[in-house]
């Protein structure tokens, strides 16, 4: 029996949609990434698959889409911050996660201090990477940066990911 027989056999046929409904039901934070381009200009987008990845040496994960189009910018910049978004951040996680597009235009931001790398205005919190590794995983890559800064920016809730759509966090 192939993978796809014993799948379809345990729970029905592998597709598309039931692969992103299971997922789906998988809640998440949301993050902006960004580093300055080759002409110095702010680039990044919005991406769930951030997390932290281990404490000694400290690297963090995330990743990207083969089809992104901001991710060779920052590939090429060797390093990133991400911006931990809070719960009144979801037009910026909507603009961000849109291409072809001025992302930055009337958004507030700063550099990070150790690589210069954009921290939004208003995001929980922020760290800032060097990237080590970048691992090719389906139509996705796997990419590991080193902490090299991070830092908590101000109090709030942060802004959740479920089943296709936002919510806020209740304890
Ligand atoms: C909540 C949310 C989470 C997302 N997470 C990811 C992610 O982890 N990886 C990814 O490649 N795209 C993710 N996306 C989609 C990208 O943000 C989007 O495809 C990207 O910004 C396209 O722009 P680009 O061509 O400038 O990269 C996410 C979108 C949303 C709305």
């Known amino acids: 029996m192939t993978d796809d027989?014993?799948?379809?056999?345990?729970?029905?046929?592998?597709?598309t949609a039931r692969f992103r409904q299971v997922l789906g039901h998988?809640?998440?934070?949301?993050?902006?990434?960004a580093a300055l381009d080759a002409?110095?200009?702010?680039t990044g987008f919005t991406a769930q698959s951030f997390t932290?990845?281990?404490l000694d040496p400290p690297l963090v994960s995330f990743s990207p889409s083969t089809t992104s189009s901001t991710w060779p910018k920052i590939e090429a910049a060797g390093h990133f911050c991400v911006s931990i978004l809070a719960e009144d951040q979801e037009v910026l996680c909507?603009?961000?996660?849109?291409?072809?597009?001025?992302k930055f235009k009337?958004?507030?931001w700063w550099p990070a201090p150790a690589t210069g790398s954009p921290v939004m205005l208003d995001a929980l919190a922020w760290v800032d990477c060097r990237i080590t590794e970048?691992?090719?995983?389906?139509d996705h890559l796997i990419v590991v940066g080193q902490v090299l800064s991070?830092?908590?920016?101000?109090?709030?809730k942060p802004l959740l990911f479920y089943r296709g759509g936002f919510g806020r966090f209740e304890a």
Do not use: N, Y
């Open 52 to 54: 932290s990845l281990s």
């Open 150 to 156: 991070l830092k908590l920016q101000r109090e709030g």
């Open 134 to 138: 970048v691992h090719p995983a389906g």
């Open 39 to 42: 002409e110095g200009m702010p």
């Open 26 to 33: 998988f809640c998440t934070g949301v993050t902006i990434i």
């Open 5 to 15: 027989d014993l799948a379809a056999a345990a729970a029905g046929p592998l597709d």
């Open 106 to 108: 009337g958004v507030g």
């Open 94 to 102: 909507r603009t961000f996660a849109e291409s072809g597009i001025d």
